[in-house]
């Protein structure tokens, strides 16, 4: 290894100092100082590096995701794609979806500074509304929708689970589209799903992870409609 290599390797990825004392690393490997340990992309959850973006007061995109923003044809194209997955494994969803990009702030103020994405209630003459974080790279924005969708399947069949039933099918379906699609950021957003501590989202997707591997998928849908 070169010196290059190996001060890269032992330096902040956002300010650039050798890491002497504590240092943090994320999901991807970047290391970062204490003082930077706060650092995170918006979108992917890496430490975002020297060559962030901020795209508005308090939102720092990684160059990762800021090149891969999808535009309206793109965000069109992530849906289909989704629709079309699920409905190629017995989870149809059929009700038109309109979007509504906000961001972090607005999010916040909306319904919580926690999450990326909700489905606006009751539905609307137009179809269910998902209000979703702008600024999202593509593999993270389809994270978000593929969650979404599941609970606008639950509400088209009627299905009001327990809540950790509820968001860890709506996780496992995240889980799944990130599978398929497989990039490094995709298995990125798994790894943080993984890591989960929050007994709804994070140990209800486990539940329902290890019910979908020791019996599959259509046991895994039939399970959900009991909640009928």
Not at 11 to 25: D, E, M, P, R
Not at 106 to 127: F, H, I, K, N, T
Request: hydrophobic fraction near 35%.
């Amino acid at each position: 290894m070169n010196l290059r290599s190996l001060l890269t390797n032992h330096s902040c990825n956002v300010c650039g100092k050798i890491l002497l004392g504590i240092a943090y690393q994320d999901w991807s490997g970047n290391r970062v100082c204490k003082e930077h340990n706060k650092c995170f992309c918006s979108s992917c959850g890496r430490y975002y590096g020297a060559k962030a973006t901020e795209i508005v007061s308090g939102e720092w995109l990684c160059e990762n995701c800021k090149n891969n923003l999808p535009d309206k044809a793109g965000v069109e194209k992530t849906v289909s794609y989704i629709r079309t997955f699920y409905k190629q494994h017995g989870l149809e969803v059929q009700s038109h979806v309109v979007l509504k990009g906000v961001t972090a702030a607005q999010m916040a103020r909306l319904y919580s500074s926690d999450v990326r994405g909700y489905v606006e209630l009751p539905p609307s003459s137009d179809g269910y509304h998902i209000i979703v974080r702008r600024y999202l790279a593509r593999a993270v924005l389809a994270m978000v929708l593929s969650h979404e969708l599941l609970h606008v399947w639950q509400y088209e069949h009627h299905i009001y689970p327990p809540a950790a039933i509820c968001e860890g099918f709506c996780n496992l379906g995240s889980y799944l589209i990130m599978q398929s699609i497989h990039t490094p950021t995709a298995m990125g957003q798994i790894e943080l799903l993984n890591g989960d501590t929050d007994p709804i989202y994070g140990e209800g997707f486990r539940t329902m992870r290890t019910m979908y591997e020791q019996n599959g998928l259509p046991a895994v849908i039939a399970y959900m409609k009991s909640f009928r």
